[in-house]
């Protein structure tokens, strides 16, 4: 799969024996996703342990499968139109923004609601706000000397969502979706934000957004925010028993200044664990929360990249292995694409990138990739630097490199990827040749 992550499943195999064996692999009943993602989860958590922060950043997506109508076991996707699942997954990322990878995942079916169900009864069975507490506590902690930031969008505004961050003795970013009470009922969030002295301005990169639902496409730009922030006590949920004590935490509340005409301006309202008694402070929390575009990028590269919705598997739990298994796929294409722009990125200084230097390539690289790459480069192999190494991937991809062009990303990186790839298994074909090991 992370040789060819965009082929269906017969394309990545040569021969019926193995075509036959991963479907039974996907729908063995006792194959789990998590028993597929143990090594890999286990490699992320103790990755973490050399950080002293790390953010846990969570996210649901859905899997859409309506146009494959032979599938059992979904749910409805789509606004209740389609059908497929929804995905809960948590990356592991730096406090500089380098993915280490999955940390936990939840595959989730979307029933309808039951006619006339009580409110008691809607509590008492699972929900998909659950999602985000239950994934904070089966994560739980990493080690003693590494705090997780667990990081949310809007969704994750939940009062469970900060006590479990808090019971598990993590700590958390979410972007408020709720005007909620605050400071003993006697308050609502945004107004008492919006009463704060503006502490400061900063400076944020903002993607591109495609067109979704009823909301148009905006390209990506450079937004000027106003800083405010405050501490606050939360509130506890009026008709929820299970909590009855407010929850110590901090606000930082970013709004554009100047937004172009036509443009959605950024307006964050983030609630925090995490101490915020300065500008900087909160610029820190607003520069992690920036992150959290990591994962919108990772759910392209398991869609676009692997394709993992094009899947033919004929049931739910099948699908949930392949997704197990796609999701490393895809961190994967994540990192490629760090590499490449941690080498080529002009504005990271050289001593700490050492692009320029071969015999930094040497020790990351095997020596057939460095053959090939020198080839397509038209120069010595030893004197190939990782910089002209990345640079050469890229334009086998169809990177220009122009003037307005940024740095690659991770589709024009895989692309050469895969043909340099391929001419290594020719170099390697080749010398089973010389070496008269061939069946001929």
Same mark, same amino acid.
């Given at each position: 799969?992370?040789?060819?992550?965009?082929?269906?499943?017969?394309?990545?195999?040569?021969?019926?024996?193995?075509?036959?064996?991963?479907?039974?692999?996907?729908?063995?009943? $006792?194959?789990?996703?998590?028993?597929?993602?143990?090594?890999?989860?286990?490699?992320?958590?103790?990755?973490?342990?050399?950080?002293?922060?790390?953010?846990?950043?969570?996210?649901?997506?859905?899997?859409?499968?309506?146009?494959?109508?032979?599938?059992?076991?979904?749910?409805?996707?789509?606004?209740?139109?389609?059908?497929?699942?929804?995905?809960?997954?948590?990356?592991?990322?730096?406090?500089?923004?380098?993915?280490?990878?999955?940390?936990?995942?939840?595959?989730?079916?979307?029933?309808?609601?039951?006619?006339?169900?009580?409110?008691?009864?809607?509590?008492?069975?699972?929900?998909?706000?659950?999602?985000?507490?239950?994934?904070?506590?089966?994560?739980?902690?990493?080690?003693?000397?590494?705090?997780? =930031?667990?990081?949310?969008?809007?969704?994750?505004?939940?009062?469970?969502?900060?006590?479990?961050?808090?019971?598990? @003795?993590?700590?958390?970013?979410?972007?408020?979706?709720?005007?909620?009470?605050?400071?003993?009922?006697?308050?609502?969030?945004?107004?008492?934000?919006?009463?704060?002295?503006?502490?400061?301005?900063?400076?944020?990169?903002?993607?591109?957004?495609?067109?979704? @639902?009823?909301?148009?496409?905006?390209?990506?730009?450079?937004?000027?925010?106003?800083?405010?922030?405050?501490?606050?006590?939360?509130?506890?949920?009026?008709?929820?028993?299970?909590?009855?004590?407010?929850?110590?935490?901090?606000?930082?509340?970013?709004?554009?200044?100047?937004?172009?005409?036509?443009?959605?301006?950024?307006?964050?309202?983030?609630?925090?664990?995490?101490?915020?008694?300065?500008?900087?402070?909160?610029?820190?929390?607003?520069?992690?929360?920036?992150?959290?575009?990591? =994962?919108?990028?990772?759910?392209?590269?398991?869609?676009?990249?692997?394709?993992?919705?094009?899947?033919?598997? $004929?049931?739910?739990?099948?699908?949930?292995?392949?997704?197990?298994?796609?999701?490393?796929?895809?961190?994967?294409?994540?990192?490629?694409?760090?590499?490449?722009?941690?080498?080529?990125?002009?504005?990271?200084?050289?001593?700490?990138?050492?692009?320029?230097?071969?015999?930094?390539?040497?020790?990351?690289?095997?020596?057939?990739? =460095?053959?090939?790459?020198?080839?397509?480069?038209?120069?010595?192999?030893?004197?190939?630097?990782?910089?002209?190494?990345?640079?050469?991937?890229?334009?086998?991809?169809?990177?220009?490199?122009?003037?307005?062009?940024?740095?690659?990303?991770?589709?024009?990186?895989?692309?050469?990827?895969?043909?340099?790839?391929?001419?290594?298994?020719?170099?390697?074909?080749?010398?089973?040749?010389?070496?008269?090991?061939?069946?001929?």
């Amino acid at each position: 799969m992370a040789e060819a992550p965009d082929r269906s499943l017969p394309d990545r195999h040569e021969n019926w024996g193995d075509i036959k064996a991963a479907y039974r692999f996907f729908n063995n009943p $006792k194959v789990t996703p998590e028993g597929i993602q143990s090594t890999h989860r286990q490699q992320v958590r103790q990755l973490c342990t050399a950080h002293p922060v790390v953010l846990a950043i969570e996210d649901g997506s859905e899997l859409d499968y309506t146009s494959h109508r032979s599938v059992e076991g979904l749910g409805f996707v789509g606004g209740g139109i389609g059908r497929g699942l929804l995905q809960h997954s948590t990356l592991a990322v730096t406090t500089d923004g380098h993915l280490l990878g999955v940390l936990h995942q939840i595959w989730w079916r979307r029933v309808r609601k039951l006619k006339g169900e009580t409110r008691r009864q809607r509590r008492a069975r699972a929900k998909e706000s659950d999602l985000w507490a239950d994934s904070i506590r089966a994560i739980g902690s990493v080690g003693p000397n590494t705090r997780l =930031i667990h990081v949310t969008d809007r969704g994750g505004d939940c009062y469970e969502t900060m006590h479990a961050a808090y019971a598990s @003795g993590q700590g958390f970013l979410i972007r408020a979706q709720h005007d909620r009470y605050v400071n003993d009922s006697t308050e609502r969030l945004w107004g008492f934000l919006e009463r704060q002295d503006v502490a400061g301005t900063r400076i944020v990169e903002v993607p591109a957004r495609p067109a979704k @639902g009823g909301r148009p496409a905006q390209p990506a730009r450079t937004a000027r925010l106003a800083v405010r922030y405050a501490a606050i006590q939360v509130s506890p949920p009026r008709n929820d028993p299970r909590f009855t004590e407010p929850l110590a935490a901090w606000a930082v509340y970013v709004v554009e200044l100047d937004p172009p005409a036509g443009v959605e301006p950024v307006e964050w309202m983030l609630l925090t664990s995490e101490r915020v008694e300065s500008v900087d402070q909160a610029n820190t929390c607003v520069d992690w929360y920036t992150y959290r575009w990591l =994962i919108e990028e990772w759910h392209m590269a398991e869609k676009t990249g692997c394709r993992l919705e094009a899947s033919q598997l $004929k049931s739910a739990k099948a699908l949930e292995r392949l997704a197990a298994l796609t999701a490393v796929v895809a961190v994967r294409l994540i990192q490629l694409r760090e590499l490449a722009q941690a080498a080529t990125d002009p504005n990271v200084p050289d001593e700490k990138s050492l692009r320029d230097q071969p015999a930094a390539l040497r020790n990351l690289v095997p020596h057939d990739w =460095i053959l090939a790459v020198s080839y397509l480069a038209k120069c010595r192999p030893d004197a190939l630097t990782p910089r002209l190494f990345w640079l050469t991937l890229a334009r086998r991809g169809g990177f220009i490199g122009r003037k307005g062009d940024g740095l690659p990303g991770w589709r024009t990186i895989w692309k050469g990827w895969a043909e340099v790839m391929t001419l290594v298994q020719g170099i390697a074909i080749h010398q089973l040749i010389l070496e008269g090991k061939t069946c001929g």
